[in-house]
T-cell receptor, first 116, second 116 residues
Framework: DTGVSQNPRHKITKRGQNVTFRCDPI?????LYWYRQTLGQGPEFLTY????????KSRLLSDRFSAERPKGSFSTLEIQRTEQGDSAMYLC??????????????FGPGTRLTVT | AQTVTQSQPEMSVQEAETVTLSCTYD???????LFWYKQPPSRQMILVIR??????QNATENRFSVNFQKAAKSFSLKISDSQLGDTAMYFC?????????????FGKGTLLTVNP
């Protein structure tokens, strides 16, 4: 297994357009997370899946954002009607269910979104 | 709400020397975990070291060790024999409490540059 992968790695879009990002976690990992990282900041939690169930969404995730994880495998994050403030690195991570809060989260390389 | 503070935005060290990165946090929990993650330039974030709060012994992973002061809510990372490959952003991270113990709160990070 090659780790967590994310596609695309870079996305440039015009304000108002919709974009979709994909994350492929490590295959045996039940838990999947999305974070957003802006310049000079640490990652901020956006949402969390356990298998196919989305168990938490941050207040940061406005109604324009939606995430899915069909069949508990890959996940997609869609942003509708993008705004310049959405420009950021979107990070996906996965971990096992066993181990609880001590579990290491494995991060993907991120998708860098630029909204012009 | 739990907070994580990294007060050193940037640090530099000469190759082979030792450097300490600081982190303080705030929580009302008694038993928890703390993490240091490393984000090299244009590469994905990886776990460096983790500490369990109920363990008095400081965690060590090869050249990386922590100084965990529970009463002071301080969790610093010491890197011995610094190498050029240690150049990266370093983030202190802290899981949520109770039912939200899966999501990490990150500090703003410290950019460490190792000079030859």
């Amino acid at each position: 297994d090659t780790g967590v992968s994310q596609n695309p790695r870079h996305k440039i879009t015009k304000r108002g357009q919709n974009v979709t990002f994909r994350c492929d976690p490590i295959s045996e990992h039940n838990r999947l997370y999305w974070y957003r990282q802006t310049l000079g900041q640490g990652p901020e939690f956006l949402t969390y899946f356990q298998n196919e169930a989305q168990l938490e969404k941050s207040r940061l995730l406005s109604d324009r954002f939606s995430a899915e994880r069909p069949k508990g495998s890959f996940s997609t994050l869609e942003i509708q009607r993008t705004e310049q403030g959405d420009s950021a690195m979107y990070l996906c991570a996965s971990s096992t269910l066993a181990g609880g809060p001590r579990s290491e989260q494995y991060f993907g390389p991120g998708t860098r979104l630029t909204v012009t | 709400a739990q907070t994580v503070t990294q007060s050193q935005p940037e640090m530099s060290v000469q190759e082979a020397e030792t450097v300490t990165l600081s982190c303080t946090y705030d929580t009302s929990e008694n038993n928890y975990y703390l993490f240091w993650y490393k984000q090299p330039p244009s590469r994905q974030m990886i776990l460096v070291i983790r500490q369990e709060a109920y363990k008095q012994q400081n965690a060590t992973e090869n050249r990386f060790s922590v100084n965990f002061q529970k009463a002071a809510k301080s969790f610093s990372l010491k890197i011995s024999d610094s190498q050029l490959g240690d150049t990266a952003m370093y983030f202190c991270a802290f899981p949520g409490s109770g039912g939200s113990n899966y999501k990490l709160t990150f500090g703003k990070g410290t950019l460490l540059t190792v000079n030859p």
